[in-house]
């Protein structure tokens, strides 16, 4: 196990705690989370009740914590102080306990009846970020948030979003002065690498096979037309996925050939909307496949959202998202018990050591290559099939850029003109296989590109090996996650040309499909389940 010296730093109020003060620090307890508020408590020696009266611990409101190694600390909490209390016990030592939230708290007081027309999960988290002068920080991932008629019945504005939240597949939380509602997004790299024996003390895993569904089914009611809405999903259309070898579902122990969850939401309004809500119930029981409790030697980074790769744990080995992490500081030093959750067995470690090397071996390729842009050609049944064209703009700031111009210019040389909805997103369909090029204003500093690589059936493609060459002339080697969606950071402005290598894996269809490689010259057949 790896030794370093920890240490701590208490900010109240924007002042760092020093001196006498610091030294009176007996504790730190962080709570993270993200289904409901994270929470934090300090514990300060006071035997003498002297730090009662003062206004450094019990006049503050405001809370940064941050942990790690000495000189290298990293901030675990931002928040506000919501209590104090005193311990005194003729047996053990007097202690002031400071304990708070993070500002979500606010959004739990007061309850509501109010109506937002034809409006998305997002837009209902922006407007409500701004009653409470949050920063909104909006993804919308894909599908694409649905607008509707939404009702916020007796409830608090937490409650409000968390059942959106939960309902549509989003995450929703408070960091800071920010509000998140966003799809998750995996990340591409791990956050954090344990190894049982050496960082991990304790790894204590539970594979529930009963928990992963085959098949969702949602029963709404479609108001303006009178009629019954019937969602669908299955293994495939989960919103998000947790890196892995074989899902879940398909070692599930108890299955059947009906719909294994049904759902019935009085909320759900449209096809669209239920098609949603299926793929979100899915995708909530495929990620309690495989959960896991973890204690390691203290580590800022491990978080909710976080990407973890625990090893040397048999065929548990692999990638984690976490779940909660929660933060322990004293004497003793520094120690973390944090929850995980993947909806895929087998060692995501070695799959992704040999995707890594498919990536590496395809940029030799690409650099050995002095011919013309590849141009991507896919049939069935001997006719072409057109494709979904999907991507999403940001600025600097991660902010969406709605009501943007831009132009996308095909692969048939084909130049359209469209604008960036309310989310900076835009969808186009059928439209011709190869390369696009998006062009940007100048002048628009983007921070994140998003983009989707679909079948003709809008079906995502996941493993997809391509290309991304940005407007200064640099070229990026790229893959489609479990989504299908490649997402860059800090993309200069101008134009951009995205090339498919290859197509990766879309979802199977019954019956049969012939399509070429680049060069058009060896067939190649493929057949679905028979």
């Known amino acids: 196990?790896?030794?370093?010296?920890?240490?701590?730093?208490?900010?109240?109020?924007?002042?760092?705690?020093?001196?006498?003060?610091?030294?009176?620090?007996?504790?730190?307890?962080?709570?993270?989370?993200?289904?409901?508020?994270?929470?934090?408590?300090?514990?300060?020696?006071?035997?003498?009740?002297?730090?009662?009266?003062?206004?450094?611990?019990?006049?503050?409101?405001?809370?940064?914590?941050e942990l790690?190694?000495?000189?290298?600390?990293?901030?675990?909490?931002?928040?506000?102080?919501?209590?104090?209390?005193?311990?005194?016990?003729?047996?053990?030592?007097?202690?002031?306990?400071?304990?708070?939230?993070?500002?979500?708290?606010?959004?739990?007081?007061?309850?509501?009846?109010?109506?937002?027309?034809?409006a998305s999960p997002i837009d209902c988290a922006k407007q409500i970020a701004a009653d409470y002068g949050l920063t909104p920080r909006a993804r919308a991932g894909a599908p694409p948030p649905v607008k509707t008629f939404r009702f916020q019945a007796n409830q608090t504005d937490f409650e409000f979003l968390r059942q959106m939240a939960d309902l549509e597949g989003y995450m929703f939380f408070i960091e800071g002065s920010e509000l998140h509602f966003e799809r998750p997004q995996i990340p591409s790299s791990d956050d954090a690498e344990f190894s049982f024996?050496?960082?991990?003390?304790?790894?204590?895993?539970?594979?529930?096979?009963?928990?992963?569904?085959?098949?969702?089914?949602?029963?709404?009611?479609?108001?303006?037309?009178?009629?019954?809405?019937?969602?669908t999903a299955q293994t495939g259309d989960e919103l998000w996925s947790v890196p892995g070898v074989k899902p879940g579902a398909d070692l599930a122990k108890f299955t059947s050939t009906k719909p294994e969850i049904s759902v019935v939401e009085s909320q759900v309004a449209t096809q669209e909307h239920a098609d949603t809500v299926a793929k979100a119930a899915l995708t909530k029981r495929a990620m309690e496949f495989i959960t896991a409790e973890v204690e390691?030697?203290?580590?800022?980074?491990?978080?909710?959202?976080?990407?973890?790769?625990?090893?040397?744990?048999?065929?548990?080995?692999?990638?984690?998202?976490?779940?909660?992490?929660?933060?322990?500081?004293?004497?003793?030093?520094?120690?973390?018990?944090?929850?995980?959750?993947?909806?895929?067995?087998?060692?995501?470690?070695?799959t992704?050591?040999?995707?890594?090397?498919?990536?590496?071996q395809q940029q030799a390729a690409r650099q050995q290559q002095q011919a013309q842009p590849s141009k991507v050609t896919r049939s069935k049944a001997g006719k072409?099939?057109?494709?979904?064209?999907?991507?999403?703009?940001?600025?600097?700031?991660?902010?969406?850029?709605?009501?943007?111009?831009?132009?996308?210019?095909?692969?048939s040389?084909?130049?359209?003109?469209?604008?960036?909805?309310?989310d900076g997103h835009v969808h186009i369909d059928d439209k011709p296989p190869g390369q696009y090029m998006v062009e940007v204003p100048e002048g628009i500093p983007l921070a994140t590109l998003h983009l989707r690589v679909e079948d003709g059936a809008g079906h995502p493609v996941t493993n997809a090996i391509g290309t991304v060459a940005l407007s200064d002339g640099a070229e990026i080697g790229v893959m489609t996650d479990d989504a299908g969606e490649i997402h860059l950071t800090d993309v200069p402005p101008g134009e951009y040309t995205f090339k498919l290598e290859s197509e990766g894996r879309g979802r199977e269809e019954p019956g049969e499909a012939e399509g070429t490689d680049e060069d058009g010259e060896e067939p190649a057949e493929a057949k679905g389940p028979e």
């Not at 959004?107 to 109506?115: F, I, Q, S």
């Open 1 to 65: 196990m790896a030794d370093f010296k920890t240490d701590f730093a208490i900010h109240l109020d924007g002042n760092k705690l020093q001196g006498e003060e610091a030294g009176a620090i007996l504790g730190i307890r962080v709570f993270q989370t993200r289904s409901g508020a994270s929470a934090f408590e300090v514990i300060v020696s006071d035997p003498d009740l002297k730090w009662q009266g003062k206004p450094t611990f019990t006049d503050c409101k405001e809370v940064r914590i």
């Open 68 to 118: 790690g190694e000495a000189g290298k600390l990293k901030q675990v909490f931002d928040g506000e102080v919501t209590a104090w209390r005193t311990e005194l016990e003729r047996s053990g030592p007097t202690v002031l306990v400071l304990r708070g939230l993070d500002r979500s708290h606010r959004m739990m007081r007061a309850r509501k009846t109010k109506t937002y027309a034809n």
């Open 197 to 231: 024996g050496q960082e991990v003390k304790t790894f204590l895993p539970v594979a529930n096979f009963r928990k992963p569904a085959a098949s969702v089914a949602v029963g709404a009611w479609d108001v303006s037309a009178k009629a019954e809405l019937t969602g």
């Open 296 to 350: 390691v030697q203290g580590n800022p980074k491990v978080k909710p959202g976080a990407l973890v790769n625990i090893k040397k744990v048999g065929e548990y080995s692999g990638h984690y998202l976490v779940t909660e992490a929660n933060h322990f500081y004293d004497s003793a030093g520094y120690n973390c018990i944090f929850y995980v959750a993947r909806d895929k067995w087998g060692n995501s470690s070695q």
């Open 352 to 360: 992704q050591q040999q995707q890594q090397a498919a990536r590496q």
């Open 384 to 411: 072409q099939q057109n494709e979904a064209i999907d991507f999403t703009l940001q600025d600097d700031q991660e902010k969406a850029l709605s009501g943007l111009k831009v132009r996308v210019r095909l692969a």
């Open 413 to 422: 040389g084909e130049t359209i003109e469209v604008e960036t909805d309310g």
